[in-house]
């Protein structure tokens, strides 16, 4: 295998600097192309010397559809209608589309779903990271375990993240409602205000920090009238999330056009 030849989306963000180092560094991987959106300061710069490294040769472009004849896939971190029209571009070329943005609405969603249909091979997660997912199971298995317990879902972001409750978030509280047999829309609580009265049976709530610059901090807790257990994630370094990804693209390489999660690519859904 030469290497799969790969384009980074967001180039220019804080993600799409890991994504271009660990690209960068990985042996089977060669990165062809770095896009950022129309107007965007990373525009024109080499990729390398943005992500702090030497020259790469690869200049940001916004221009990506003159990219994809020499690409195999698409590391995309950017913002909900970018990631949808990436997506199908992927599928009119049968590419690999590594989604790792957050903040999709059902319409979105329902549009990756058909450029998976359509000949993309996606993978799209919340989180990229082996060990979020891996806590994501067990979540699922203490709420199912633990059907009494009251959940709530704590997260926090540094001040520059646009969406709430994160993706992660969004994960792990499905991940919960998954357990019990509920629908996570029909059974969240997204904001407490006021005299709201006793938290009503049943329900998953979420609580959004921002500041300073957290690279994310994920806590799910179970609580039950004598005991309470805390589930706990907390990222040290975004190169856990270009690892991943990585890891997901070079799976989705071998599989057929579909829509995955990185709980198929770990293994965890066998």
Same mark, same amino acid.
């Given at each position: 295998?030469?290497?799969?030849?790969?384009?980074?989306?967001?180039?220019?963000? *804080?993600?799409?600097?890991? #994504?271009?180092?660990?690209?960068?560094?990985?042996?089977?991987?060669?990165?062809?192309?770095?896009?950022?959106?129309?107007?965007?300061?990373?525009?024109?710069?080499?990729?390398?010397?943005?992500?702090?490294?030497?020259?790469?040769?690869?200049?940001? =472009?916004?221009?990506? =559809?003159? &990219?994809?004849?020499?690409?195999?896939?698409?590391?995309?971190?950017? %913002?909900?209608?970018?990631?949808?029209?990436?997506?199908?571009?992927?599928?009119?070329?049968?590419?690999? +589309?590594?989604?790792?943005?957050?903040?999709?609405?059902?319409?979105?969603?329902?549009?990756?779903?058909? %450029?998976?249909?359509?000949?993309? *091979?996606?993978?799209? =997660?919340? #989180?990229?990271?082996?060990?979020?997912?891996? &806590?994501?199971?067990?979540?699922?298995?203490?709420?199912?375990?633990?059907?009494?317990?009251?959940?709530?879902?704590?997260?926090? +972001?540094?001040?520059?993240?646009?969406?709430?409750?994160?993706?992660?978030?969004?994960? &792990?509280?499905?991940?919960?409602?998954?357990?019990? /047999?509920?629908?996570?829309?029909? #059974?969240?609580?997204?904001?407490?205000?006021?005299?709201?009265?006793?938290?009503?049976? @049943?329900?998953?709530?979420?609580?959004?920090?921002? @500041?300073? #610059?957290?690279?994310?901090? +994920?806590?799910?807790?179970?609580? /039950? %009238?004598?005991?309470?257990?805390?589930?706990? +994630?907390?990222?040290?370094?975004?190169?856990?999330?270009?690892?991943?990804?990585?890891?997901?693209?070079?799976?989705? %390489?071998?599989?057929?056009?579909?829509?995955? =999660?990185?709980?198929?690519?770990?293994? &965890?859904?066998?």
């Amino acid at each position: 295998m030469a290497g799969l030849r790969t384009i980074i989306a967001g180039a220019g963000g *804080r993600m799409g600097a890991a #994504n271009l180092r660990a690209v960068a560094a990985h042996p089977d991987m060669v990165l062809v192309g770095a896009v950022d959106r129309p107007g965007a300061p990373a525009l024109g710069k080499d990729a390398g010397l943005l992500a702090g490294l030497e020259e790469l040769g690869v200049l940001v =472009s916004d221009d990506i =559809s003159a &990219l994809l004849d020499s690409a195999d896939a698409i590391i995309d971190f950017t %913002a909900p209608a970018a990631s949808v029209a990436l997506a199908q571009k992927a599928a009119e070329r049968g590419l690999v +589309h590594i989604i790792g943005t957050t903040g999709c609405s059902e319409a979105d969603v329902s549009a990756i779903v058909d %450029a998976a249909a359509a000949g993309a *091979r996606i993978v799209k =997660s919340g #989180n990229f990271s082996p060990g979020m997912v891996a &806590l994501a199971v067990l979540v699922e298995k203490a709420a199912a375990a633990l059907s009494d317990y009251d959940v709530e879902v704590l997260e926090m +972001h540094h001040n520059l993240k646009v969406d709430a409750p994160s993706g992660t978030a969004l994960m &792990l509280g499905e991940a919960a409602a998954k357990g019990r /047999g509920i629908s996570l829309k029909d #059974n969240s609580v997204r904001v407490r205000d006021g005299h709201t009265g006793p938290r009503e049976a @049943g329900t998953i709530g979420f609580a959004t920090l921002r @500041g300073g #610059n957290v690279i994310g901090d +994920h806590m799910v807790i179970l609580a /039950g %009238a004598s005991e309470r257990i805390e589930l706990t +994630h907390r990222a040290q370094d975004r190169t856990i999330y270009a690892n991943g990804a990585i890891r997901a693209a070079l799976w989705a %390489a071998r599989q057929q056009a579909g829509l995955y =999660s990185m709980a198929d690519v770990l293994g &965890l859904n066998d």
